[in-house]
């Protein structure tokens, strides 16, 4: 039975992040243009994933234009500036789209 336990525990504790950072998401207003499995005005959180997958800087690079935007990567629509995001949240976001598959 403690092995269940502390098993039931591990699985928790292995998908808290992703709800966590999906309700992170929601309060930064970023599923307005954004979601996990489908195009809406910008990429799928899965298809920005995949492009990333192999860059080792792509947090660094993905929190960037999380606070200052960008335009041109995934077509013509820009992604506006979100200077309400601080540092810590545009990298725990950055972070979470790539642990997407």
């Not at 403690?2 to 992170?24: E, M």
């Not at 200052?68 to 309400?84: H, I, L, S």
Request: proline share 5%; net charge positive; glycine share 6%.
């Amino acid at each position: 039975m403690k092995y269940i336990s502390l098993t039931l525990i591990g699985v928790f504790f292995s998908i808290a992040p992703a709800y966590a950072d999906s309700a992170l998401a929601t309060s930064k207003n970023c599923m307005a243009c954004h979601a996990t499995e489908r195009k809406l005005v910008g990429p799928a959180y899965k298809d920005v994933a995949a492009k990333y997958a192999s860059d080792k800087t792509a947090v660094d690079r993905l929190a960037i234009k999380i606070q200052k935007g960008g335009a041109g990567v995934w077509g013509p629509v820009p992604m506006p500036a979100n200077t309400q995001v601080s540092d810590a949240d545009a990298k725990k976001l950055a972070a979470w789209v790539l642990s997407l598959k």
